[in-house]
């Protein structure tokens, strides 16, 4: 095998494709040859530091830039030989590229495979469904009765929403949802004209949660956090947990949720709950 033919399969030898005797062939040219082993070692580094650059670089100006010049240099004419291994590097790259601006777009948008157990990043998830009309609310009405009365039987637990016009909210109505692996109620609504999400589950969903638990076993005070724009309060009250959240200021969710707390009995219901938690 001579030069021309080992730099030709530089790309199956570098990706460790084709059978074993090919690779042994071409190892063993590049260990006798000092000027394939130096051309080797270029295309090589080439490549590592095109990978290490797409895999922890952002996709800022400058990254697509470069790849960009990357690109333009691979299509320049060339040797046949040179040529595919050019076209072939250009592929891949823009391949790499096209991957790498998926997983910026991911990282961004709020998102809830079952296998995520942060409650927030699923709650945000669950409303940004709602906003963008993806969620169907099962039961549309501005009643408070008639949204508890249709979501009982269904939920399997008491199901309660806010007071008509607590914060200035206006109730329009609710429905089931998934969070991971749990099962709870979306109570949908809006304030000051912008949507807001009431979010109930029953209290032992909680365990499916390690992270929020955490929050709200330890601390005294409704649990401020916020998700991408998203921001957001939770809380145990009377063996459930209730999040809400919304582009609107946190004092203005907490004062929904203590509403859902006051449409409840006393709050000593919590305090057996809470024990049981711990």
């Known amino acids: 095998m001579n030069c021309r033919e080992v730099r030709r399969l530089f790309p199956l030898y570098y990706d460790s494709e084709g059978d074993a005797g090919l690779q042994l062939e071409i190892g063993d040219h590049v260990a006798v040859c000092p000027e394939c082993q130096h051309w080797f070692s270029r295309q090589s580094h080439g490549e590592d530091a095109l990978v290490h650059l797409l895999s922890t670089g952002d996709a800022t100006p400058a990254t697509w830039e470069a ?27 823009l391949a790499m590229a096209a991957a790498l601006l998926v997983a910026v777009v991911l990282r961004q948008w709020p998102w809830a495979p079952a296998s995520i157990t942060d409650l927030s990043q699923l709650a945000a998830a669950e409303h940004e469904r709602y906003v963008d009309g993806r969620w169907k609310v099962e039961v549309q009405s501005e009643s408070v009765d008639d949204v508890e009365r249709a979501l009982r039987p269904r939920a399997g637990f008491a199901v309660r929403c806010p007071p008509k016009g607590q914060a200035g909210s206006h109730l329009r109505g609710g429905g089931l949802c998934q969070l991971g692996q749990e099962t709870g109620v ?18 032992d969903a909680l365990r499916s949660f390690p992270h929020m638990r955490e929050h709200l076993v ?30 609107i200021s946190p004092d203005v969710l907490v004062e929904i949720l203590q509403g859902y707390g006051s449409h409840h009995a006393s709050n000593t219901a919590d305090k057996p709950f809470l024990a049981a938690l711990r």
Do not use: N
């Open 186 to 203: 979306h109570i949908v609504g809006d304030v000051q004209a912008r949507p807001v999400s009431v979010i109930v589950l029953p209290g």
């Open 218 to 247: 330890t601390e005294k005070k409704p649990h401020r956090c916020r998700e991408g724009r998203y921001e957001m309060v939770a809380s145990l009250l009377h063996g459930h947990v209730v999040v809400v959240l919304g582009e």
């Open 67 to 93: 790849i960009e010049d990357r690109v333009r240099a691979s299509a320049r004419p060339r040797p046949r030989s040179v040529r595919f291994r050019f076209w072939r590097a250009a592929t891949a790259l």
